[in-house]
């Protein structure tokens, strides 16, 4: 007997539009899978796609799955499909194990708190660590660079010493922004008195890996690529042009899970998992990827993306938020 398959398009809006360097994301669009064996044993998977970071788009997806029929065979997916490949390995993966029964979402200790651009950061951030957060990330290049590492300068003297702060330029510095980011950050890091800058995130776009790299030797304070390992493709790429600095991973768009947990085992990479605003169904899937991955200490997981929608979904289990649909 083979497995039944079901699919649900969604849409959910954004309490307020996330700022991309895209223009801003009003609407979260996704595709929910249900698989259901001969034994009634039900696995969810997700397929949550960001187009700029090169996955495939949600009609894509439901192109692929449609083709299927009711029916699902195990079939490789492409890896042109790497949204669709974690949604039905993750949804297989669960049907075979039910193994997030005993699912606990992860205390804001582990997670890494979310600041807002600008000054705004500043007030923000006792608010974040009244909440449990011990790492903060704050978005630059968005205001103009001596303002911002002015309030950088009165971030980590406000923050407490144990605080690790991470900085996302999302690819949006220019060289030398990024050497003057840099001096800024080890001048913080050298001091004991202040609160640690964890890394610098993607500062320049993902097409300058060799100038990245060049950063990297040059400066104490590491620097984490995110826009340029979209895939685990993209992620064995830059191991084997010698990257070893961190690398932010979002499973969720990533492709084959089983595909990530090798490359993980083999090589021990400086993982930091994040967040692709998946629903409830995508996020135990990529959290659990995250547990089994993560390097120790595990560093903080980019997932502080609760409560952004406005909607209820957080609060629903996966098998709720399918029935809701
Ligand atoms: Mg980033």
Request: charged share 20%; net charge negative; aromatic share 8%.
């Amino acid at each position: 007997m083979g497995v039944e398959l079901a699919l649900k398009p969604y849409r959910r809006r954004f309490a307020q539009p996330l700022q991309t360097a895209h223009g801003p994301w009003m609407w979260r669009e996704g595709l929910l899978i249900r698989l259901e064996d001969s034994l009634g044993r039900v696995g969810y998977g997700e397929v949550a796609p960001i187009p700029w970071f090169g996955s495939e788009s949600v009609a894509e997806a439901l192109a692929f799955c449609q083709a299927q029929g009711s029916e699902w065979r195990s079939h490789p997916v492409p890896a042109e499909l790497p949204a669709t490949q974690f949604g039905l390995e993750s949804a297989m993966a669960e049907l075979a194990a039910e193994n997030f029964d005993i699912w606990q979402e992860p205390s804001s200790t582990a997670i890494c708190g979310l600041l807002p651009a600008g000054e705004r950061a500043l007030a923000i951030a006792p608010q974040r660590f009244a909440q449990g957060h011990r790492t903060l990330k704050w978005k630059i290049g968005v205001h103009p660079i001596t303002d911002e590492i002015h309030w950088l300068n009165q971030l980590v003297q406000a923050l407490p010493l144990d605080a690790r702060l991470r900085l996302d330029a999302n690819g949006g510095l220019s060289s030398a922004q990024a050497k003057q980011w840099l001096v800024a950050c080890d001048r913080v890091n050298t001091n004991p008195q202040l609160a640690t800058i964890e890394y610098l995130e993607q500062p320049l776009p993902p097409d300058q890996l060799t100038e990245m790299t060049a950063l990297g030797n040059g400066y104490q304070t590491a620097i984490a690529l995110d826009e340029s390992v979209a895939t685990v493709a993209q992620l064995e790429n830059c191991w084997d042009q010698g990257w070893r600095g961190v690398f932010v991973v979002k499973p969720a768009i990533a492709g084959s899970p089983q595909e990530l947990e090798a490359f993980c085992q083999k090589n021990l990479p400086r993982l930091v998992f994040s967040s692709a605003f998946e629903t409830v169904i995508g996020r135990r899937a990529a959290l659990a990827i995250a547990a089994r991955c993560s390097p120790a200490p595990a560093p903080a997981l980019g997932f502080g993306t609760q409560g952004w929608f406005a909607d209820n979904w957080d609060t629903l289990t996966p098998a709720e938020l399918w029935e809701r649909l």
